[in-house]
C-alpha cells in the first residue's frame, strides 16, 4: 500500500491554517432508512410461493438467461439467481434450459464488471446422476468463493430433493436477517464461508421505473437502477445558501437548482470506471481517479434519452450532500462514526510511518488507514452514501478561491493549469474539514489514494471539460483574438 506524502497531509489539513472550528448540532440527525436494490432471476421456476415471497421482500423478478442478466447485477445491492432444471455438460460448457454456458465467462464478469454486494446462485437440479450435480457445483465454487467474497452457490444433494432450495429460501425469508448460508449448509452442497453473512439488509429500495425508462423523480430520496447496475437518488428543484461563514474560500452564497436531477447513490468503484486508473485492488473501494479518466469513461457510456452523465457541479453536490439540512455534519459528532470514514480514533492509533496526529481520538469509525468498502456507513436523509469522507470527490470546474455556485473553466492563456476542486474530504481528513461547505483543491498527485468521484444524471449538455477540452477551447478563443487584431 502506497503512503500518503507529508505534503499531501498538509494539503488535506494546513492548507489554509486550522482556526477554532465549533460545530453547533440543535437536536438530533437522522438518517434515512439504508435500502438495497434486489434483483431475482427465475429459470424453471414453478413454485408460485417463491415469486410471490421475492416480490413481498422487494426482489424484481427478471427474465431470461443467466448471461443476459450478467450486465445488469444491482451495484452494492443483492443478486439472486434460481435454476429449476436440468443440465449437461458438452464440450466444457453447461447447458441449462437451452442456454450453452462457459462457467469460464461468468467468472470473467464475476472478477471484472461485478460489485453486487451479494451473489447467490441457487440450483434445484432434476438430473438423477449426481456426477453432473457435484461438476456444476465444483465449477461454480471456484467461480463464487474464489472470486465474490460476498457470493454463494448452492446445490442440492439428490433429484429427490428437488424444490428443496425453493423451500428453504421461502423459509429464510421470514428471518432475513439470519444467514442465507446456514439454512443450507447441513443438508445441500454449498460454497464456503462469505466475508459478511448473506443476509438482506435494511429496506429494498423502490425505483421509480423500469431500468429501461428514465424520468424525473417525484420527492427527495427516489431511486432509480439504471440498466448496467448503477444506482441514482433523485435530488428535486429547490433552493438553499450554499457555503458556510467560516470558510474563507466557501462564503455563503444563495443557489437555485432550477432542474432536478439524479445523483449517484455511491461513489464510483474501481470496476465501474474499468480498473484501468484506480487505485487498489478491492473492487467495492471508491476509484482513485483522475477527471479525464472518468470523462473519457463517460464518453463510451450511454445515458437515456434527454439525459447526459457528468460530474456534479459544486452547487450540485453541495446540495445533495446537505439533503435539506443546515446543518454541517450527517450527525452529532459522537455518532459522525457511524456516517463517515475519515481521520478517526483507529487511524490515529494505526502509528504508521507517517502518524496522523490531527486524526481525532475519541471517534471511531471502525476503519484505519485507507478506503472503507463502499456504502458501508449510513446514508444522508436523502439516502445517498458516503457523502462525508472515504474518498474526496471530484466537482466538475477548476478550484478558486471565492464561491460562486457556477462553475469555472478560465484560462488566463492555453498554457495555464489550474487545480481541480474535490468536496466531501476522505479517509484521512480531520473532523474540521469534514464539513459540508469544505472545499479543497487538488494537488495533481495521481497516486494518493484519497480521491475519487461521483455521477450525476441531468437533463442537458455536459459540463464538466478535460483539460484537453478547456486547452483546446482557448487556444481557438486566443486564434481568434489574433485575427481580428
Avoid at 319 to 341: C, E, H, M, V
Wanted: hydrophobic share 35%; with cysteine; proline share 4%.
Amino acid at each position: 500500500m502506497k503512503r500518503i506524502g507529508r505534503n499531501s497531509l498538509r494539503h488535506f489539513t494546513f492548507a489554509r491554517g486550522l482556526s477554532v472550528f465549533v460545530i453547533c448540532l440543535a437536536g438530533s440527525a437522522h438518517a434515512a432508512e439504508t435500502t438495497e436494490h434486489r434483483r431475482a432471476l427465475l429459470i424453471g421456476n414453478e413454485n408460485a410461493e417463491l415469486t410471490a415471497t421475492l416480490k413481498a421482500h422487494g426482489f424484481s423478478i427478471a427474465t431470461g438467461t443467466i448471461t443476459d442478466s450478467l450486465p445488469g447485477i444491482p451495484h452494492h445491492g443483492f443478486n439472486l439467481i434460481y435454476y429449476h432444471g436440468t443440465v449437461s455438460n458438452i464440450d466444457g460448457k453447461w447447458n441449462l434450459s437451452g442456454e450453452s454456458l462457459v462457467s469460464q465467462e461468468v467468472l470473467q464478469h464475476l472478477q471484472n464488471r461485478n460489485i453486487a454486494r451479494h451473489n447467490v446462485i441457487l440450483f434445484d437440479l432434476q438430473n438423477q446422476d449426481d456426477e453432473s450435480r457435484k461438476s456444476l457445483y465444483e465449477a461454480f465454487r471456484r467461480i463464487i468463493g474464489r472470486y465474490h467474497k460476498g457470493g454463494l452457490v448452492v446445490v442440492n444433494r439428490s433429484a429427490e430433493e428437488q424444490d428443496a432450495l425453493a423451500d428453504g429460501l421461502i423459509t429464510w425469508m421470514k428471518r432475513p436477517e439470519s444467514s442465507l448460508r446456514d439454512v443450507f449448509v447441513k443438508s445441500a452442497l454449498v460454497s464456503g464461508e462469505t466475508d459478511k453473512p448473506v443476509i438482506l439488509r435494511g429496506d429494498a429500495a423502490k425505483p421509480v421505473s423500469r431500468p429501461e425508462r428514465l424520468i424525473k423523480g417525484g420527492t427527495a430520496g427516489d431511486e432509480w437502477l439504471a440498466p448496467d447496475g448503477m444506482s441514482f437518488v433523485w435530488c428535486p428543484p429547490g433552493k438553499y445558501v450554499m457555503g458556510d461563514a467560516q470558510f474563507y474560500d466557501a462564503q455563503p452564497v444563495p443557489v437555485v437548482i432550477e432542474r432536478g436531477f439524479w445523483i449517484g447513490k455511491y461513489e464510483l468503484s474501481r470496476l465501474e470506471v474499468g480498473g484501468s486508473f484506480t487505485w487498489g485492488r478491492q473492487p467495492m473501494l471508491p476509484a482513485a481517479c483522475n477527471v479525464d479518466g472518468v470523462l473519457n469513461w463517460l464518453n463510451e457510456k450511454e445515458a437515456p434519452d434527454d439525459w447526459t452523465y457528468d460530474l456534479p457541479s459544486e452547487a450540485e453536490w453541495e446540495y445533495a450532500a446537505r439533503a435539506g439540512s443546515t446543518k454541517g455534519l450527517p450527525a452529532p459528532i459522537d455518532q459522525l462514526g457511524l456516517f463517515a470514514n475519515f481521520a478517526d480514533r483507529s487511524l490515529y492509533n494505526a502509528r504508521e510511518e507517517v502518524h496522523f496526529v490531527f486524526a481525532h481520538r475519541e471517534i471511531d469509525d471502525g476503519t484505519a488507514h485507507g478506503f472503507a468498502e463502499i456504502g458501508r456507513y449510513l446514508p444522508n436523509v436523502w439516502g445517498i452514501h458516503d457523502m462525508f469522507g472515504n474518498a474526496s470527490e471530484f466537482c466538475a470546474g477548476y478550484y478558486s478561491e471565492k464561491l460562486t455556485g457556477g462553475v469555472d473553466y478560465s484560462l488566463k492563456t492555453s498554457r495555464d493549469r489550474r487545480t481541480l476542486v474535490l468536496r466531501g474530504g476522505a479517509w484521512c481528513t480531520p473532523l474540521e474539514n469534514l464539513h459540508v461547505a469544505y472545499r479543497t483543491a487538488h494537488n495533481g498527485d495521481e497516486n494518493q489514494p484519497y480521491s475519487g468521484a461521483r455521477l450525476v444524471l441531468r437533463q442537458g449538455k455536459r459540463i464538466a471539460r478535460s483539460y484537453a477540452e478547456v486547452v483546446a477551447a482557448k487556444k481557438a478563443e486566443e486564434a481568434a483574438t489574433r485575427r481580428n487584431k
